[in-house]
């Protein structure tokens, strides 16, 4: 099938989809990604990132598997922790907060198992508290840019359109945050904005 003769077609009006004829087609699809969707928030929920939860994050440079680390940072006496490779030759790895005594201790003996020096690790440390006000005010910094969305559209159209806009808004962003769930991405304050 030429593509880009279709297209064609379609621009020169030789050839027309029906959209609104079919409209009963596109609204299941629709229901049925943002039902995909939902299931993956409430099956698989959402990565918050370090921003958002708080606890520590090192970064190592090792070419060391996930499972090796896995029980190297279990010696170290961390018993949750998220290690995600990144590139071929780093690691890293997200805990639950940790007091400075604990960072440090944590560094000596990871250094020591990894093999590395310690001044190669590179630490990032969020108190829970820092990460509960950022989400506060991520949450309110998104319910304040929808509801000025949701005012523009209403002043600029008439209020069906607008509506229908605005469904339309929370419809993507349903499946944007399906999208996130599902596919495990972390969710930072970059992505929410």
């Known amino acids: 099938m030429n593509f880009s003769a279709l297209g064609n077609r379609l621009y020169t009006g030789e050839t027309s989809v029906d959209f609104v004829g079919k409209r009963k087609i596109w609204y299941l699809m629709s229901l049925l990604i943002v039902l995909v969707a939902a299931a993956g928030v409430f099956v698989r929920g959402i990565n918050l990132g370090i921003e958002f939860e708080g606890g520590a994050k090192f970064t190592v440079p090792s070419t060391t598997s996930v499972e090796n680390a896995r029980n190297i ?35 000596s003996k990871i250094s020591t198992d990894f093999k590395v ?61 399906g999208v996130y769930a599902i596919t495990g991405f972390e969710v930072t304050p970059a992505t929410v904005i």
């Open 73 to 107: 940072v279990k010696d170290a006496g961390i018993e949750t922790a998220l290690i995600v490779s990144v590139g071929n030759e780093r690691l890293e790895i997200q805990t639950p907060p940790l007091e400075q005594d604990q960072i440090e201790n944590f560094i």
């Open 117 to 177: 020096e310690k001044s190669t690790i590179t630490t990032q440390s969020v108190g829970p508290s820092w990460g509960a006000d950022i989400t506060r005010q991520a949450l309110i910094g998104l319910g304040v840019f929808l509801l000025l969305v949701i005012l523009f559209l209403t002043i600029y159209f008439e209020i069906r359109m607008a509506m229908a806009a605005i469904v339309a808004l929370l419809h993507d962003l349903l499946i944007t945050i």
